[in-house]
């Protein structure tokens, strides 16, 4: 199973973003999906969740400007990120966790990490 994350960049306070990270391979079934971002110096943190029923959760920083949403036929996580901070600026990475066919077990998968710089 792979994870391809797109859409970092650089963007001015203020700014928006969208993240992207589509999960390919033998997958049977993905239930929570997500998304961490480490900043300089600082441990990763969770920012947003999305369950298979599509339940949501924030990082409280982020609550009102960050929307986390899925595309289950195209194994897709998105982040929307709008009214961007310096504080925002990290490597994200999102999260899932899946199951290759029907037997085998939950496993989580991270993909590479996309950064995301916020001037002010």
């Known amino acids: 199973v792979q994870l391809q994350a797109s859409g970092g960049g650089s963007v001015q306070a203020g700014g928006s973003l969208r993240l992207s990270c589509a999960a390919s391979?033998?997958?049977?079934?993905?239930?929570?999906m997500g998304w961490y971002r480490q900043a300089p110096g600082k441990q990763r943190e969770l920012v947003a969740t999305i369950s298979i029923d599509g339940d949501r959760s924030y990082e409280d920083s982020v609550k009102g400007r960050f929307t986390i949403s899925r595309d289950n036929a195209k194994n897709t996580v998105y982040l929307q990120m709008n009214s961007l901070k310096p504080e925002d600026t990290a490597v994200y990475y999102c999260?899932?966790?899946?199951?290759?066919?029907?037997?085998?077990?939950?496993?989580?998968?991270w993909g590479q990490g996309t950064l995301v710089t916020v001037s002010s």
């Open positions: 999260y899932v966790n899946l199951k290759e066919t029907y037997g085998s077990f939950w496993t989580g998968s």
């Open positions: 391979g033998r997958i049977f079934s993905i239930a929570n």
